[in-house]
Each structure stands twice: as C-alpha cells, then as structure tokens.
C-alpha cells in the first residue's frame, strides 16, 4: 500500500499533468519531443522535491515555477553559440521574424529573462501575457486591488527591459 505522500504526489500529478504539459508545449512549440521530455523532467523535479514542497500555494503554481525553469534550461542549452544577444529592442518588440528558427530564437530570449525576474514578476507576466488574464482577473487571483496588480505590472516589465538591455550589452 502506497504511504500518503506518494498518493498525494500521485494525486498532484494526475490532477495537474495536462496542464504542465500545455505549459511546457506552449513554450517549445513546435518541438513536441523536448515538451514530452520537458513534462516528465518537471514531475521527476517535483518528486524528488516532493517532501520540501510547504503546500503555501497551489500545487500547480509550484509545477509551474519548477516548468520555467526546465524549460530556460532547455533554451539555454538550445542558444549555447546563438545570437541571441545581438537581437534589436525593436525587432524583439516587433516579432522580428516568423521563421521557426526566429521564434525559438525569440522564446529563447524571453525564457532567459523571465528566469532572470523575481518570482513573482515572472508569475504575474506569464499571467497577463502568456494566460492573456486582465488585470481585474489577476487581481482577484492574487486576493488584491487592480492598482496594486498594474503597478506591479508596471515594475515587472521595468525589470524585464532592464534584462533585456542587459543581454543586449553582453553584461549576461
């Protein structure tokens, strides 16, 4: 009989994979191998840190921060050599290409520096850009006023151009 922890974690797993999965492919589109292989490494990653996880938050914000940073592993290893610093401000801004080799490039740069953000920027951005939530949504998620999420908002694309301008300039 299998002890509570391993049911629990089995529960968690069962309850949450599609969506790590999504969350993953999204990010690796069109590469459905490293998302297969991306997805399994977040739950071997949270199962063998199963025993720390506090259950603060919801399981799946936990996934979900664990997902990140696989998947800026996964990038970092796929731009080793790339040009990934020399790309322009405006282009980024304007998705400078539609190449598939120009969108990994671009989901590249943007995992590197979402990994680089505090936690909770990078949480916020994924939900108002990537979850395409409203601030009125993000607000009531975070149990807080629509103010206080704009002005997080706000900081947390200050720091990410701050990154972004970082790289470029090779301070990496």
């Known amino acids: 009989m299998p002890n509570t922890a391993n049911r629990n974690f089995e529960q968690v797993f069962d309850q949450h994979f599609e969506q790590v999965y999504s969350y993953v492919a999204y990010r690796v589109s069109p590469d459905r191998e490293a998302a297969k292989d991306l997805a399994q490494e977040v739950f071997l990653a949270a199962l063998k840190s199963w025993n720390s996880y506090r259950g603060d938050g919801p399981a799946l914000s936990w996934l979900r921060s664990i997902a990140r940073n696989k998947v800026a592993d996964h990038f970092r290893k796929l731009a080793a050599g790339s040009s990934l610093a020399k790309i322009d401000l405006d282009q980024f801004a304007d998705g400078f290409t539609s ?65 972004f301008a970082q790289i470029q300039n090779g301070e990496e």
């Open 99 to 163: 190449s598939a080799s120009g969108r990994q490039d671009r989901a590249a740069l943007v995992s590197l520096i979402i990994r680089r953000l505090p936690h909770d920027y990078a949480e916020l951005l994924e939900q108002k850009y990537q979850e395409g939530l409203s601030v009125k949504q993000i607000a009531r998620l975070r149990k807080t006023t629509e103010k206080a999420v704009a002005s997080a908002l706000t900081r947390a694309r200050d720091s990410f151009r701050k990154i």
